[in-house]
């Protein structure tokens, strides 16, 4: 944070010069500052009520209430909440459904937008819309049929040990994927309309074959719109909790959001607790979200444009 | 599979390799949508029409319209929960939207801090819900949440439940509801505004067009593409209502002056009372309404393309 916020105002007198140097302008600029960190700031209130209420004791908003000054703060709370309600092991839960629903999304739905932009067949626009619109049904509409043929379909023993779709990663991994590449298809297929068809007609040229253009051609160019997706998939996909709450019978296999419920039904009396359990669970995506943060808006030129 | 004569690749031009590269890639996410999404939707329609308990298949009963006629003339829930669901789409669509295009709009303004700002309003979309819904608990907690305490209504005889009145909960989840709805709009308005051609903006200046006019009469027309989306973003988000209300609600299903669609067919499809025909019509009502918002956007954005 420190060292964009040093960087920044070299910057700014550059970005202020092409404009007529009135007097108004930078008076307005402040009011736009204060607006803005105004509003930062409201909206960062309930975020740092939690943090602040994590960070106290049991013992001492018992005493004082949680609307006091602070008798000594500490992480003991995080301490407690990691090793008592069995966080890593739902944390590696977690992890093992995001990562592969995350890159099998991302793979899957830029084949399908690589197809759909660059080959002329017909149904290709029938295509882009069965994905497009297959995204906005509601969770709801599909869950009994899917609950159903989740217990229909069996798994190998080594990949589930309910030897069935349901209650297994894999399921949640599948549905994950089957949702989730409409959006990706969309924004990636508007992606890459705005690469030149020369760029890869170039390739045929030198006789590389479809799947050496898609590998080594398209998917670098992409790579904004990947770290776009990325993060919003990212962090949908490690929040959701509606499919392993109707797919996933056993609670040890859950992943941490809805395992974190646990964490509230064992621990109701101590919310500080609960809070520093909760905030945990947040920084995996809080991670993805500053790591890629940069490419995030520049990625997603969704329908703007030439599009 | 006929191409037309426009088609600029020609599918027999494909080798061996790259026709099963293409068969792999294209052919495992299609089948994954079919047979996960359209298929369980599809299937979900034609139970909306027969009376089943969810355990036994040799149980399914054809109803013909028997759950609908029930659901509109004789199920208390429905209508209030169609009531809260209009509700939640006017009050969406009337304040978080258009704020957060107006954010958008002010950051878009080459000034410095605007990653701090961005990040702020966006970070309520980072956290996972099981956070969100913790962070509100502790806010409207009746004894000892943040609002009562700076209300001054805590310590009184009778403090407010903001999650418990019934004439108050819904407003209280929908401001929730809208803290995170602003930052996703503003980084869609974002990213749309990134691919404006600032020319145009330079010439309404020049033409004497003040910002408010510049705004309403030149950017948000040149950005038809991405008003579209928000708007359908914004009607399928107040449509699918689910996680936030389920978590606030205490994670029981629906709540007296919380009641949404999304929670009664959960309600009766997850719950032991196992009216899976009756879930079924619920979520056929819900997908009707929903066809209707994916079409107009499927027709808006393919349309040009068709030509």
Redesign the interface.
Known sequence: ?TT??ER??TR?PA??RPGPAGPPRPRR?TG??L???G???L??I??L??VY?SLRSYGD?ARH???SWPHGVGLENYADAWTQSGMPHFLLNSLLITVPSVLGTL???A??AF?VS??????N?A????????N???????????Y??YLLIPLPAWMSDSLLLYNSAWGII??H???Q??FCTFVLSNYMKTIP?EISEAAVVDGA???RQ?FQIILPLCRPAFA?LATLES?WI??D??WPL?LIETGDKRP??SA??NL?GQYFTN?NL??AG??M??IP??LV?FAL?RQ???G??????K? | ????P????R?GR??T??RL??TA??G???L??L???????L??VA?SFTSWD?ID?GDIHWTGLDNYHQILTNYPPFWPAVRHNVIWLLFTALLPTPFGIF?AY??D?????T?????????????????VG??????Y?PD???LN??LGT?GAGHPVDWLGDPDLNLWAVLVASG?RH??YIM??Y???L???DPALKEAAALDGANGRQTFLRVVFQA?K??N??IL?VTV?ES??A??IVYVLGG?VGSKPGMELL?LL??DN??GESGH?GY??AL??V??LV?LA??GT??VQ??RK??Q
Not at chain 1, 127 to 134: D, E, N, P
Not at chain 1, 136 to 146: E, F
Not at chain 1, 300 to 305: C, F, Q, V
Not at chain 2, 134 to 139: G, Q, R
């Open positions: 944070m964009t916020a920044r105002p700014a970005a202020r600029d736009r500052h607006l803005l960190a509003v930062s700031l909206w960062l309930p975020l009520w939690a209420t908003t209430g949680y609307f793979l899957f739905s084949a399908v197809f660059r080959f002329g067949f017909r149904f626009l295509l882009l819309m069965l994905f497009t619109a297959g906005l049904l509601p969770a709801q509409v599909l869950i009994t049929p899917l159903r043929l599948a549905i994927i089957a949702y590449c409409g068809k074959q479809v799947w898609f776009a962090i490690y929040n909790f509606f109707t941490i959001t974190l419920a509230q919310p609960i809070a909760a905030l669970t947040a995506t809080l979200y943060q995030f808006i520049s997603l030129t969704i329908g703007s444009g599009g | 599979m006929s191409s037309p426009t088609a600029p690749h599918p494909l080798g390799g790259d590269f293409l890639v294209i495992i996410p299609v994954a949508l047979v996960l999404v359209w298929l369980p939707a299937a979900s139970l969810g298949l954010l002010q950051l303004k080459k000034i410095r801090f990653r701090i700002y961005q990040t702020a309003i966006f970070l309520p979309m980072v956290l996972s819900l099981a956070v913790f962070i509100w608990e502790i806010i907690n000892t949440g943040l305490s700076v805590a803290w602003t930052g980084i869609l974002l990213a749309g990134k691919g404006f950005l593409p991405v579209i989306i359908v399928m449509l699918r689910f996680d994670g999304s067919i959960t499809i997850i899976i879930g079924s979520a056929v819900l997908l929903s918002a994916i956007f499927l954005t393919f393309e068709e």
